[in-house]
Each structure stands twice: as structure tokens, then as C-alpha cells.
């Protein structure tokens, strides 16, 4: 089996290739804001072609619960989906390492709204063939869950 190689580009919130990304992707709350992601640590990645982005945030959600979620995911390049999620998720946990010295206690997940992707047998496939696994249905949401980083 042959596998893409995934160029990803550490970038800011406020690149202008996320934020257009950004806007086409079903997440996005706020259309035409300047910059993507939520507060927080934040992690985002480009590719240089400004054809997919990735974004992961830490942050504590409404209830007071720590969180470490993959925020945006969008893909328009002709890579697979899942090799670019599998790399990106290296370089988070790599990232997030060397950045901040451990990774968060919580594990990395995503969720993904059946309703607004194009319709397959498994919401969120690309996810699943990149390694993550699901864990539920939760506001009619499918959540995954990244492989866990090992400690080395």
C-alpha cells in the first residue's frame, strides 16, 4: 500500500487560508471572522497549497470540564483523508510535547455531524482509518477518540 506524503504547515489563527477553509467547513460559527479556533491552547496546521487545515484546541468547556478537541478538520486536497488526520495527529501530540511539556490529561477527540457530511455507511470513516476510535453519539454528535501518544 502507497502513502500519500502529508505536507502540513504549522500556522496561526489568523492565516488566511484556514480562515477561507474555515468558512466552507459546517463547524464554523462565526463566517468572515478573521481567525479560527476558539480560546485557548491552540494548535493549526495549513497545508501549503491552502487546500486542507487542521485545528486542535485545550480549553475548558461550558460545564467546567477539561477538553482537548480537534476543532476543524477540512480536506479538499486530493491526499486521503485519514493519512493527513494520522500525520496531523502526530504533529499535534509532537507538537503539544515539545510546546508544552506534556500532553493534556484528557484525551484528544472530535465530533462529527453526521447530518452535514456527505453521506456514508460510517460518519467520521476517515477518522476511524487514521486510528481514532468512537466513543459515542452525544448531541447527536459522533464522537472519536485519537490514539493515545505513548510516553517514551
Not at 59 to 70: H, K, L, V
Not at 141 to 147: D, G, K, Q, R, T
Request: proline content about 6%; overall charge positive; aromatic content about 10%.
Amino acid at each position: 500500500m502507497t502513502v500519500a506524503v502529508v505536507t502540513w504547515m504549522r500556522v496561526t489563527k489568523w492565516s488566511r487560508a484556514a480562515v477561507v477553509l474555515a468558512d466552507r467547513h459546517y463547524s464554523r460559527q462565526s463566517h468572515g471572522a478573521p481567525q479560527i479556533l476558539p480560546p485557548g491552547q491552540t494548535f493549526l496546521l495549513c497545508t501549503p497549497l491552502g487546500d486542507a487545515v487542521w485545528g486542535v484546541c485545550a480549553n475548558i468547556d461550558p460545564r467546567g470540564a477539561e477538553r482537548w478537541r480537534c476543532t476543524i478538520f477540512r480536506n479538499e486536497s486530493s491526499v486521503l483523508s485519514s493519512d493527513m488526520i494520522r500525520e496531523a495527529t502526530r504533529r499535534t501530540y509532537a507538537w503539544w510535547r515539545g510546546h508544552y511539556g506534556a500532553l493534556p490529561r484528557v484525551p484528544l477527540t472530535t465530533e462529527v455531524d453526521a447530518s452535514k457530511v456527505r453521506r456514508k455507511r460510517d460518519p467520521g470513516r476517515c477518522f476511524l482509518r487514521a486510528g481514532w476510535r468512537f466513543v459515542c453519539v452525544r448531541n447527536g454528535l459522533h464522537v472519536f477518540e485519537a490514539p493515545r501518544e505513548r510516553d517514551e
